[in-house]
């Protein structure tokens, strides 16, 4: 999972200025299942940054494989092949949990995923 937090966090960095901020938050959260009526506890990890944000018409393409978008600003790094959010998209599902993101262009971006904690007894 360390990958995925590695891939959204470097990409904040990558569409964040110098000037931007960027913040994570990892937050344990309990539920309850609505059909078992069982408490789980969820690990929920969340990146946000105030960079360049991703239009509304890119982000169907965020986790697709090969899904970049190019950006006007000079000077941003945007020569991923875009895998990176798609393999993350699979680490995530593979641990059973979900992975998404919010975004306003111009404004910013949070990228969160979340997975339950399993607790064994010794």
Do not use: P
Not at 25 to 35: G, K
Not at 57 to 73: A, L, N, P, V, Y
Not at 82 to 99: D, Q, R
């Amino acid at each position: 999972m360390q990958q995925v937090l590695l891939n959204i966090y470097s990409n904040a960095i990558k569409f964040t200025g110098r000037e931007g901020k960027i913040n994570m938050v990892v937050e344990l959260v309990n539920c309850i299942d609505t059909q078992t009526q069982i408490e789980k506890r969820f690990l929920r990890i969340s990146v946000t940054d105030n960079g360049l944000g991703i239009k509304r018409k890119d982000q169907s393409r965020m986790f697709q494989m090969f899904g970049t978008i190019k950006h006007e600003k000079k000077g941003i790094n945007t020569k991923g092949i875009g895998l990176g959010l798609c393999i993350s998209k699979l680490i995530v599902e593979k641990f059973e949990g979900k992975i998404n993101f919010f975004s306003k262009y111009k404004r910013g971006t949070t990228f969160f995923y979340s997975f339950e904690v399993v607790e064994y007894d010794d």
